[in-house]
């Protein structure tokens, strides 16, 4: 991580810290994200008691449409309890990797959250379908397509919802940023660039392949990626892309360092990104049209998204000035909405193994194949 995202990430946490802890007797009564309140909250389980789940669990305690009601952990002993006392879980509600099973039995829990390494995405997805629990799936969703639709295939045929937790669709600012892009204001959109770089330290998960599945692109390129996906509304159809790992030893024994990629749509939109694990390098997205265009930067921490640009109808500009887990929170409400609503979910298991081809074909054109 990059000095910039670790201080965000600082800040974020000491905003974290400061939230209400959730009890049954103080739970929110609205939601912030404005979503109506539903007749019974989600009980959420989440799975791997790492950064991201530590965040997650704190959205939930923003919103009276969800709840922390059980807890994965192989460090059950050491990770739980201090959750367990914030958000009043019982020992019957705490569960290792080998006994993860018997959620099926805990009616309090209606879904569980995936904070685990990419690796293991796919197993303890497929074993929450089985137990009849729905899915709520970090980014990204496997480490390979093949895994992905094992995930779509075991949730369907267990009648349980999947969502990968892509939150940039989620947020209010990029919604009006796609709508502004899509609504005609700077022409018909030609070209995309983006990119999202950062430095990770040895020893990392994400640096080990048999747990990370392949390199920045997974973890950080994803997001250009997506996000240029979801605005241009069609699927990549041709692809050309390099890798490098410029600094030599141990760092990037066995993921490449840096990646950069482009790929053509069928309509002819051209899009540009790349991604690294040892470059210190801004996260952004450029959108350009025939008559304007939007520059968003940064776009993909959690707080301090900002966006400027030129439309036919003059300067836009943006700022979302929100702290804490806000993107986070309007998905636990999201998923919690689609459940009680039996609604399908705006990022499904199919938005997922999208990226998932793309970034299979990126990495074949580079000459460098991950499945
Ligand atoms: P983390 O290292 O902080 O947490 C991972 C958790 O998995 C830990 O609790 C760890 O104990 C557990 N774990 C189980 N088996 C493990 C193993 N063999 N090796 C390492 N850890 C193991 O990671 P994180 O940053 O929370 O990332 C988890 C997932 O969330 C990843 O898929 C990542 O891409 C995703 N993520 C998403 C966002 C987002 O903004 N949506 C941000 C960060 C991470």
Redesign the pocket.
Known sequence: MDRRAFSKLSAFTLVASRLPAQTPSHPAQQSPTGAPTLAKPVGYCPV??????DIFMRACAETPNARVTGLV???AQE?APRYQREFNIPNSSVYNYEDYDKIRDNPAIDAVYI????S??CEYTVRAAEAGKHVLC???MAISSAECRKMIDACRSHNVKLMI?Y?IHYDPTWQHIRDLARNGSIGEIQGFQGGFYGNKREGE?RLDRK?AGGGSLL?LGIYPLNTIRWIAGEEPSTYAAQVSTKLKGPRFASVEESVEFNFKFPSGTLASSGSSYGEAGPAYVNICGTDGYIQVQPAFF?NGLKFTGQTKNGPVNGANDTQGPYQFVYEADHFAACIRNNTTPLTPGEEGLADMLAMEAIYRAAGAPIA
């Open positions: 791997g008691l790492g950064t991201i789940s952990s192989g460090h990770k904070g685990l390494p990419n293991m995405h970090e980014k990204p937790a939150r998960w747990l973890d959690y």
